[in-house]
């Protein structure tokens, strides 16, 4: 009796460890017929091979790709397009930028995203300025307001908001917000079911539900949208949380923002819509949400969007074609740096023609294991002449890059892995001469702040802070 639960016992505990080998075998398998980047692919091999059980786990979760998935139908995505393709071609004579034209045509093609000139541009700098000019716009509406945030806390700022929006609801204008679930985990559920009861259409992004939803922890909607009645919107790196107005406990929070009015809110509205529809599975095309505008500034601009699920990475490729486009200076802020291999050459090809390649970091984050990962890369474009500076007041969140004093772009973009492969993002590309004027200044204001890093001091660190730095940028494509 002994010997048969013996053998039994051993029996099975063979088919489990050939079980759980095949498991392993497998998804490495899977991971190198993806023909994914090959450092990526090398990373998540190294983390199934050097911690089995771990990494299977943390691949099963964060893993797994979707880029070949379609999130709307085409003729679904056809009909939403009619409205900004319409405005688009009722442009008369619309003017681009000679030196631009292989850029825009590169968004236009891949992300279909229409230039439209004649745009006014605000920016804002700080939390405050922008959450007053929100609550005024938001005041405003007649007819809809579409409120898009990777965070919306409920804290003093966010319940701020939700009073506003609740109020318009009240007085009979639509309001939707759709929020992402990993980013509000924390929020309590009838904060939002507050809003529901005022009349307010709300929707989380890709709900986590395990195990169902595991796969899709890693794909987040990092977008900050406000489309208010079709003419006035919001796009940038603030989301709604009272720290992005008071700061941190060590400091300042520094952030970018735009306001727009003209036809490239049309761009927005079509980038909320789109995501509307996968939440809601409502195709919502009514000329109301897209009315008509005369021009209101000097600005062309572009809404360009990137997600884990197009065959194109957009807004990276997009960078990497304005640093090899810049003849005189490109300055580029964001809170973390983690480039892929192609942003990375391509700054280091940039700086080492002569052009005047700047990069702003902050010099304390608020997460330890991306800064540390952020700090392997500096040497890597120190060596090719790019001027690096660590932001001193507080932590710079600004996603911001300027060129030329004549293209800038701005919006919930970092310069990593995650936002280039995983996360849906939003920028806008924006072509005009004063603005681009005005954001160089901020950037060169801000450098005034900040203290700038130079090689022989960068190399001069200890050595347990290299070495760590090393490791830590192993895990790069996966943080």
Partial sequence: MFEWAFIAEEVASVAFKLIYLGLIIGTIIVIVLDNRNPVKTMAWVMVLMFLPVVGLIFYFFFGRSHRHERIISRRGYNRLLKKPMAEYLAQEEISLPERYARLIGFFKLTDQSFPFEGNRVEVYTSGEEMLQALLSAIAKAEHHIHVEFYIFEDDAVGRLVRDALMDKARHGVEVRVLYDDVGCWRVPRRFFQEMRMQGIEVHRFLKVIFPLFTSKVNYRNHRKIVVVDGKVGFVGGMNLAERYVRGLGWGGWRDTHLKLEGRAVHGLQTVFLLDWFFVDR??????????????????????????????????????????????????????????????????????????????????????????????????????????????????????????????????????????????????????????????????????????????????????????????????????
């Fill in 282 to 479: 409502s195709l919502i095309t009514s000329k109301a949400y897209f009315p008509k505008m005369a021009c209101c500034g000097t600005s062309l601009v572009q809404v360009v969007t990137s997600n884990p699920v197009n065959p194109w990475r957009e807004v990276m490729q997009g960078i990497i074609m304005a640093l090899g486009q810049a003849h005189r200076y490109f300055y580029v802020q964001t809170p973390y740096f983690l480039p892929t291999e192609s942003l990375l050459l391509a700054m280091q090809s940039a700086a080492l023609s002569g052009v005047d390649v700047r990069l702003m970091l902050p010099l304390k984050a608020d997460n330890w294991l991306t800064h540390w990962a952020s700090c392997s890369y500096i040497k890597d474009v120190l060596t090719a002449g790019v001027k690096v500076y660590f932001y001193r007041p507080g932590f710079l969140h600004s996603k911001l890059m300027v060129s030329d004093d004549m293209l800038y772009s701005v919006g919930s973009t970092n310069l990593d892995f995650r936002s280039f492969e995983h996360n849906f993002e939003v920028n806008a590309f924006v072509y005009d001469a004063v603005t681009a004027s005005a954001m160089r200044d901020i950037f060169l204001r801000d450098q005034q702040e900040a203290d700038q890093v130079l090689l022989k001091q960068w190399q001069q660190r200890p050595w347990w802070r290299k070495a760590l730095e090393s490791v830590v940028r192993l895990m790069a494509p996966l943080l």
